[in-house]
């Protein structure tokens, strides 16, 4: 999508409002496939609490995605977008055994990260297969540093329970048809992932009925130019071959399984706002626009870096602005940033905001949560309404209580 693309989508659609590009999550999620070609069985399962709006989800299925689910709700939306239960791996953590039992019922693959649920759910549900969470405790950092730290990470199953993991599978009767792992960590060292994978495969062998290994994600998207990003298709490559190999040894061929969710959606969003105030302070310019932490959150959640583009005068003289939301609160989405001079009514484009963007917007604030758009093929679709004063009301409870003069006098 071009500045013009967008422009005309808040023309339409008003400020402030989510914008998804549906031609760029086809081209990661193909540009991911074609990365593990060489793997005879791929399975994708797109993370919906990345973004989780049905029509993306529906967009998802019609690639033949999967889908990797947290909640009971996020299952409930995946199979109201028409996706197969039998696509759909839920992976919680620290939810109920009546919640795993329920989506269990549903048909969906369990994933299950706790000794203590494994061996009630086993003992009660034997015949229901269960995939299980490993924690390998590597951590990818910001080098080749291998830290096999994280062994206080509330995720998984560690490894070094797997003899106690293997015993309740026998006790219970139960059969493991999967592995997983999900370090949750960016991938910037395919070397350390790559480790990762061999203590994952090892854990594997130990299983005799498995049907696939989720390796989870952490795929890397630049946020700005020159930032180091996932080589997905060397790791593709790597990866592939590697796993045929086990599949070799294993003596059967089973699905290799990934569940992005960044790495298919977060180029793909734009979030446009629109500046309502420009206010020069004694030590910077503020940009202040019509939305806030409560639409895009990640900024001052995770320092996260969103580029930002003025699209109402994209050949403008560069200037620097601190861009801030219209929150009572320190709400700052940039700060110092070059960005081409900016009128008050310029709508400003912020990039990256597919991912953890809208499934993360509150109504902090009394503010309604903005609109999505889905472009395709030179169109724009609404894909969720704006909210309205209606939707800040549903579920509040008006309730007036008898305060007695006594407690007015006091
Ligand atoms: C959040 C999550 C993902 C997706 O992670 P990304 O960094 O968005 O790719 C995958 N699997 C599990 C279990 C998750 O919790």
Known sequence: MNAQDLLSVAQEHGSPVYVYD???????????TSAFAKAKNLRIHYAVKALSNISILKLFKQLGAGLDTVSSQEVQLGLAAGVDPSKIIYTPNGVSLEEIEKVAGMGVQINIDNLSILEQFGAKHPTVPVCVRINPHVMAGGNANISVGHIDSKFGISIHQIPHLLRIVENTGMTVNGVHMHTGSDILDIGVFLYATEILFETAAKFKDLEFIDFG????????E???STDIEELGDQLSDRFNEFCKSYG?????????????VSQAGHFLAKVNVIKQTTSTVFAGVDSGF????RPMLYGSYHGIKNISNPDGKN???????????????????????IAEGDILAF??????????????????R???????NGKSHLIRERETMDDILRNQVDVELEIGAEAVEA
């Open 217 to 224: 994600s952490g795929f890397k998207v630049p946020y700005k």
């Open 319 to 341: 200037r620097f602005y601190s861009v801030v939301g219209y929150i009572c609160e320190t709400d700052t989405f940039a700060q110092n940033r070059q960005i081409s001079e």
């Open 294 to 297: 409560n639409h895009l959150i």
């Open 22 to 32: 549906a031609e760029a999550i086809v081209s990661q999620y193909e540009r991911l």
């Open 370 to 376: 903005p609109a999505e758009v889905l472009w395709h």
């Open 252 to 264: 059967k061929d089973i699905a290799l399984a990934f569940e992005p969710g960044k790495f298919l």
């Open 226 to 228: 020159g930032d180091v």
């Open 351 to 368: 990039s990256n905001a597919g991912a953890y963007c809208y499934s993360m917007a509150s109504n902090y604030n009394s503010r309604y």
